[in-house]
T-cell receptor, first 114, second 113 residues
Framework: AQSVSQHNHHVILSEAASLELGCNYSYGGTVNLFWYVQYPGQHLQLLLKYFSGDPLVKGIKGFEAEFIKSKFSFNLRKPSVQWSDTAEYFCAVNANQAGTALIFGKGTTLSVSS | DVKVTQSSRYLVKRTGEKVFLECVQDMDHENMFWYRQDPGLGLRLIYFSYDVKMKEKGDIPEGYSVSREKKERFSLILESASTNQTSMYLC????????????FGPGTRLTVT
């Protein structure tokens, strides 16, 4: 069965600090990878996704993620965080086949102080 | 834009009541999903449906059932609500094309007392 592991439960940063959130998955086949974000009081929205091609993907709001197949990892990065990045971040994986659902990690809460 | 709507943002029910959570999407998506979101546990899949009248169990189907009579609507049913079903319930949909991106509704926060 697929699973997703997010290493950090809660990360606290000051504005302008760099961010890296870890995500590892377990599945041996072809996967699609996602990062979703949930701002306080809002619904889940897609931050970025990887299907194939360039393993470095760029998303909204200056976020990027790198797919490293050999490490089964898809870490999220941002060079300089802002107070408005305070949110919960979820990594998700989907086996590249029909009839499957996204499997989510447990989430990482990011708190950014101004 | 894809729109996924859920019938209620907040719901309070008593133990033993039958509860219906409704979800509607407007993009003609084949696939629809129900998750529950709990602090520290992330999102866990309850059920999903890949076509009308078709359903598949997710990771935590116990205590729940679903109904999909029309393509745009996917209902989650708690046959006899219990306090451990107090949670945030999220509905999602996606098409069956090459993109596996799921679109989420705003969620229903259910409290069972």
């Amino acid at each position: 069965a697929q699973s997703v592991s997010q290493h950090n439960h809660h990360v606290i940063l000051s504005e302008a600090a760099s961010l890296e959130l870890g995500c590892n998955y377990s599945y041996g086949g072809t996967v699609n990878l996602f990062w979703y974000v949930q701002y306080p009081g809002q619904h889940l929205q897609l931050l970025l996704k990887y299907f194939s091609g360039d393993p470095l993907v760029k998303g909204i709001k200056g976020f990027e993620a790198e797919f490293i197949k050999s490490k089964f990892s898809f870490n999220l990065r941002k060079p300089s965080v802002q107070w408005s990045d305070t949110a919960e971040y979820f990594c998700a994986v989907n086996a590249n086949q029909a009839g499957t659902a996204l499997i989510f990690g447990k989430g990482t809460t990011l708190s950014v102080s101004s | 834009d894809v729109k996924v709507t859920q019938s209620s943002r907040y719901l309070v029910k008593r133990t033993g009541e039958k509860v219906f959570l409704e979800c509607v999407q407007d993009m003609d998506h084949e696939n629809m999903f129900w998750y529950r979101q709990d602090p520290g546990l992330g999102l866990r899949l309850i059920y999903f449906s890949y076509d009308v009248k078709m359903k598949e169990k997710g990771d935590i189907p116990e205590g729940y059932s679903v109904s999909r009579e029309k393509k745009e609507r996917f209902s989650l049913i708690l046959e006899s609500a219990s306090t451990n079903q107090t949670s945030m319930y999220l509905c999602a949909s996606r098409n069956s094309g090459s993109s596996y991106e799921q679109y989420f509704g705003p969620g229903t926060r259910l409290t069972v007392t």
